[in-house]
């Protein structure tokens, strides 16, 4: 009997989330389809490039340049003291730009760009902001999730960009100082293990991460009820979903790569 | 004209709207008084379409908006009826100007110079000067629904619909609205259709005025014959035994 409850319970979870993402789908797909307008909405989305992008700066670098730190003392204290120690070059390159960058960005814009879509627009609801919207004839997709939209796939794999440089450059000075490692064997390294598809397949991930932060920011914030506590609750759901999302889509991007 | 027609809507197990009849009359000012909870909000959300009903059907100069999409409201009903909100719901990121620019820009289309124009009218008409580059949180609770209504007119609508516009405000300033939504009426000749408890306001603006009680229209009447009625629940609403 409890059991028949528990799997019941499960599966009304189950249907929740299925149809949950059915729904943010076809959000997903009303702000694609909204691009054809973006021309009415520039300033929108120069405001929100500003806003993921520029502001998103400071704290993509600071966390990059850490984990490139911490790669550089991880892998130079792990090698084998017979492995040649410009190898560490190339596993610190291909470590930062096929994983390490796109997930930091992915997780840093999932608790900063995502909670904040979420709390704006959550509000906006609860507010009555959105009706508001809606009544005077203007499509809250179209003025709320696009230029957010269009600003992310643009903003989020610029980032990775100033991401994957200081990663790449604090690895740089976390070997040198760990295993003595020249700039000019880092190099030699990094050259030694550069493919130009790990580039792309970077940038493919900061592209698609920059969706998934937007529209699970917007899902959760047009979704909210209740007051304050529903908007706390928006903005929770939305930094989880996203982060658990990006790690997903990260696992499948690279496992298609790979079989590319 | 407005006219619906046996509006039924629910949330859940929770019957809101259970048969509503009502016509709104062109040109007239028309007042829906009820207890709290009854749906009137519901039932303004349905008619601009923020809400779909359950079944009835609402005509809107005589095009039936029932079961329209979002794009078919956007297209035949919207552009010729505004809402003004209860808590106002201004775009808080955006000064008053911008508020008002918005709607002008998408829904419009107008140039520059057209829009710059409205907004400064529309902002004189309901007594507001100087405030263009002012944030809604910069404003008191009588200024936010002249912000708001400035909004509305700005727009040119043919209806006007007002949800609880003096709720939350002092009696002079309760009557400074009242005031302004009977100049509205008469002057730029919008048909309003409004939400209140402020039955000396109602008696005051109305043309006539409509009970909403468990889901049903049970009174429709003249504003000035609202004290000759016989309908109990009507009379003791009226008088404040029930609110």
Known sequence: MNLTVHIEKIGRQTKSVIEGYGRLSIMLFHAFASIRKFHLYFGQIIEQFIYIGR????????????????LGVQIGTQMSPLTPAWLEGGLILRSILLEMGPIIIGLILSGRVA??????????????????????AIDPV?????????????????????????????????SYFTINLNWAGFVKGMHHSFYVSDVFASLIKAFIFGII????????????????????????????????????LDYVISAIMFFI | ????????????????LNGVDLTVEENKILTIIGKSGTGKSVLLKNIIGLLEPDSGTIEID?????????EEFNKLIRPKMALVFQESALWDSMTVAANIDLALQIQKHLGEAERK??????????????????YPDELSGGMLKRAAIARAIAMRPKYLLYDEP???????????????IKKINVEMGITSLIISHDIQGVEKISDYTAMLFEGKIIVTCGAKKMWEQKNQIFNDFIRGKIT
């Open chain 1, 55 to 70: 502001r998103s700066l400071p704290i993509v670098i600071i966390t990059s340049i850490f984990i490139g730190l911490a």
């Open chain 1, 115 to 136: 909670a904040g879509i979420a709390a704006e627009l959550g509000t906006m609801k609860v507010t009555e902001q959105i009706d508001a919207l809606r009544s005077f």
């Open chain 1, 142 to 174: 179209e003025y709320l999730v696009m230029p957010r939209l269009v600003a992310a796939m643009f903003a989020v794999p610029a980032l990775l960009v100033f991401a994957d440089f200081f990663g790449i450059l604090a690895g740089f000075v976390s």
């Open chain 1, 213 to 248: 932060i937007v529209i699970f920011g917007s899902y959760f914030g047009f979704n909210s009820r209740r007051g304050a506590r529903g908007v706390g609750k928006a903005t929770t759901l939305a930094v989880v979903w996203a982060s658990v999302d990006v790690l997903m």
């Open chain 2, 1 to 16: 004209m407005i006219k619906i027609n046996n509006l039924h809507k629910s949330f859940g197990e929770f019957k809101v």
């Open chain 2, 62 to 70: 005589g095009i039936d908006a029932t079961g329209f999409n979002e």
């Open chain 2, 117 to 134: 124009k409205r907004i400064k009218e529309s902002l004189e008409s309901v007594g507001l000067k100087d405030i263009e580059n002012v």
């Open chain 2, 166 to 180: 003096t709720t939350g405000l002092d009696p002079v300033l309760s009557n400074v609205i009242n005031n302004l």
